[in-house]
C-alpha cells in the first residue's frame, strides 16, 4: 500500500475535521430541530395565538424538508469552501518542503553551493536555517579537504622526487654510493616520516579523536626539562635559550603531555628560525580582570619575524614564514596548527605577534586550577 504524502496526509486532515464538524452540527439539529419546533407549536396553541392542531404534521414535514435542502447545501458549500482552504494550506506548507526536498537531494549529488530560501513559517524557517548551516559546514570540509589534498601533493612531490633522482642515477651508474649521498636519501625519508606523523596527528585532532586528560599541572618543571634539551641542541653560534619563568607558578588545568607537545612545537619552531640572538621561555598571569584566571606562557624570539600580512595565514597547515629555507629545515607546516588545536581543545587561546626581521612571540594560555 502506497503511503500518503505529507501535503495529502493535511489535506485529508483538514477535511475530516471538517466532515466532523459538519456531522455533528446535522445531527445535533436534525434530532433536536424538530421536536423543540413542535414544542413551540404547543406553546402557541395553548396561549391561543393560532389553531395549528390540523396543520402540525403538514408544517413539520414541510420544516424538515426545509432543514433537509439547507443542510444539503450547507454541506456542498461548506466542503468546498474548507477543501480549498485545506488545499491552499497543504499547498502553502508543502512548497518550502519540496524546495527542501530539491535542496537535499542536490547537496547529495555534490551541489554544495544549494541552499534554502527564507520561509515565513517559522519551524520551516528554521529548519531551512539548519539545512544552510549544514551545507555550509560540508562546503567548508570539502574546501579543507581539497587544499589538504593540494598541499599534501606539494609537501609529497619534492622528497619523493629527491629520492627518486638519486635511485635513478644510482641504478644508471651515474653517481656512487657514499654515506653523503645516503644520509641526504635517509634524511627525505625521515622527513616523509614526519609528514605522515604530523598528518595522523592533525587529523586526529580536527576529528576531536584526541584525547585529553587535564589534571592540574606543575609548569615550572616541565618548562626547566625544555630548557635544559633544547639547550643541549644548541650551537655555540646559535641562539641563547633563556627561561625567565618564575618558580613560583601556580598551578594549572592541563593535560602534561600535550602541553609538553604545544611547547616543543613553540620552542623548536623559534630555534629554527633563530639563526642569532635568544629565545625566551616566559609565563605570567592575566593582566586583566577578565584573564586573570589564565596562565599565558610565551616563546620569543629575534629571529627573522613574520611580515605583517602573513601573520592571519601562521596557524594555516603547511604554511612557512620562510619557504625558501624551512623546507630542509625539517618543518612539515604542521606544528603550529596542531600546537593551536591542543591549546583550543585544553580550553586557552594561542597567539602571535610578530616584525619582520626582529622576531617572534608566541603566546599560549592555560586555565588555572
Same mark, same amino acid.
Given at each position: ?10 489535506f485529508?486532515s483538514?477535511?475530516?475535521?471538517m ?5 455533528s ?19 402557541l396553541?395553548?396561549?391561543g ?6 396543520a ?10 426545509a ?10 458549500f461548506?466542503?468546498?469552501a ?5 488545499f491552499l494550506?497543504a ?10 526536498k ?6 547529495a ?8 530560501p ?10 531551512g536555517?539548519?539545512f544552510?548551516?549544514?551545507a555550509?559546514?560540508l562546503a567548508d ?5 581539497? /587544499?589538504?589534498v593540494?598541499?599534501?601533493t606539494? #609537501? @609529497?612531490?619534492s622528497? %619523493?622526487?629527491?629520492v627518486r633522482?638519486? =635511485? !635513478?642515477q &644510482?641504478? /644508471?651508474g ?5 654515506p #653523503? @649521498?645516503?644520509?641526504? %636519501? ?5 622527513? =616523509? !616520516?614526519? &609528514?605522515?606523523?604530523?598528518?595522523q ?8 579523536? %584526541?584525547s585529553?586528560?587535564?589534571q592540574? =599541572?606543575?609548569?615550572?618543571p616541565l618548562l626547566?626539562k ?7 641542541q644548541? %650551537? ?5 635559550l633563556?627561561?625567565a619563568?618564575p618558580s613560583?607558578l601556580p598551578?594549572?588545568l592541563a593535560d602534561?603531555?600535550r602541553?609538553?607537545q ?8 623559534a630555534?629554527?628560525y633563530t ?14 580582570q ?8 610565551t616563546?620569543t ?9 602573513d ?5 594555516e597547515?603547511?604554511w ?12 612539515t607546516g604542521?606544528g603550529?596548527a ?5 591549546v583550543?581543545?585544553?580550553?586557552g587561546?594561542?597567539?602571535v605577534?610578530?616584525?619582520?626581521g626582529?622576531g617572534s612571540e608566541?603566546?599560549?594560555s592555560?586555565?588555572?586550577?
Open positions: 500500500m502506497a503511503k500518503l504524502s505529507l501535503g495529502s496526509r493535511l485529508l483538514h477535511m475530516l475535521v466532515l466532523v464538524g459538519l456531522g452540527f446535522v445531527s445535533l439539529a436534525k434530532i433536536s430541530s424538530p421536536r423543540m419546533f413542535i414544542l413551540r407549536l404547543e406553546e396553541e395553548s396561549q395565538f393560532i389553531t395549528v392542531r390540523s402540525k404534521t403538514y408544517l413539520i414535514r414541510g420544516f424538515e424538508t432543514w433537509n435542502r439547507s443542510s444539503l447545501w450547507a454541506i456542498i461548506g466542503a468546498s474548507a477543501g480549498g482552504l485545506s494550506a499547498d502553502r506548507i508543502m512548497q518550502p518542503l519540496d524546495r527542501l530539491l535542496a537535499t537531494k542536490n547537496l549529488e555534490g551541489d554544495l553551493q544549494s541552499r534554502m527564507p520561509s515565513d513559517i517559522p519551524e520551516l524557517e528554521q529548519l536555517e539548519s544552510n548551516r549544514m555550509d559546514s570540509v570539502e574546501q579543507q579537504r581539497r /587544499e589538504l593540494s598541499d599534501l606539494h #609537501e @609529497l612531490r622528497p %619523493l622526487t629527491v633522482g638519486y =635511485l !635513478e &644510482l641504478a /644508471e651515474t653517481i656512487a654510493g657514499d #653523503e @649521498l645516503y644520509q641526504r %636519501l635517509v634524511g627525505e625519508t625521515r622527513r =616523509l !616520516e614526519r &609528514l605522515t606523523v604530523d598528518l596527528e592533525l587529523s586526529k585532532v580536527e576529528a576531536g579523536y %584526541l585529553i586528560q587535564r592540574p =599541572l606543575d609548569l615550572y626547566v625544555l630548557q635544559q634539551r633544547f639547550a643541549d644548541l %650551537l655555540e653560534e646559535g641562539p641563547e633563556i627561561l619563568a613560583s598551578p594549572v602534561p603531555d602541553t609538553e604545544i611547547l616543543v612545537n613553540l620552542i623548536g619552531n630555534v629554527r639563526p642569532s640572538g635568544a629565545i625566551t621561555i616566559d609565563a605570567h598571569l592575566g593582566n586583566d577578565e584573564k586573570n584566571n589564565l596562565l599565558w606562557v616563546v624570539d629575534t629571529g627573522i619575524g613574520i611580515a605583517a600580512g601573520l592571519p595565514y601562521v596557524f597547515r603547511f612557512r614564514a620562510d619557504k625558501s629555507r624551512s623546507r630542509y629545515s625539517g618543518g604542521l603550529l596542531i600546537a593551536k588545536r591542543l583550543e581543545l585544553q580550553g587561546n594561542l597567539l605577534r610578530s616584525t619582520l626582529q608566541f603566546s599560549f592555560l586555565p588555572l586550577v
